[in-house]
Nanobody
């Protein structure tokens, strides 16, 4: 059974940087046969969960929501079974609960329906 454990969330001010980390366990993620993409979704109060960024099994292909392009960077280290989300130039509208996500897809994912495993969620409140 795959498990995703997140760390790194917390209170930030607009303009700050934060890095979220998600450690995955329970299966092999680091080969083409796995096709195991990892990524991050977020959910703001009263809103639906939305994809922020995702990365394919090798790290070569990435997806970013338009709202975070140029500010956030996703990366993965398959030797450590870990995926990171570096968030720079945070804005108040980045506030939400950030969920690590994993799923077996070809390429990357941007819909909750493509996700088979979720992390527990990390609060990222961004104040002005």
């Amino acid at each position: 059974q795959v498990q995703l454990v997140e760390s790194g969330g917390g209170l930030a001010q607009a303009g700050d940087s934060l890095r979220l980390t998600c450690a995955a366990s329970g299966r092999t993620f680091s080969n083409s046969a796995s096709n195991y993409a990892l990524g991050w979704f977020r959910q703001a109060p009263g809103k639906e969960r939305e994809a922020v960024a995702s990365v394919n099994w090798s790290g070569a292909n990435t997806y970013y929501a338009d709202s975070v392009k140029g500010r956030f960077t996703i990366s993965r280290d398959n030797a450590k079974n870990t995926v990171y989300l570096q968030m720079n130039c945070l804005k108040t509208e980045d506030t939400g609960v950030y969920f690590c996500a994993g799923g077996r897809v070809i390429g990357t994912f941007k819909r909750p329906g493509s996700v088979s495993v979720w992390g527990q969620g990390s609060q990222v409140p961004v104040s002005s």
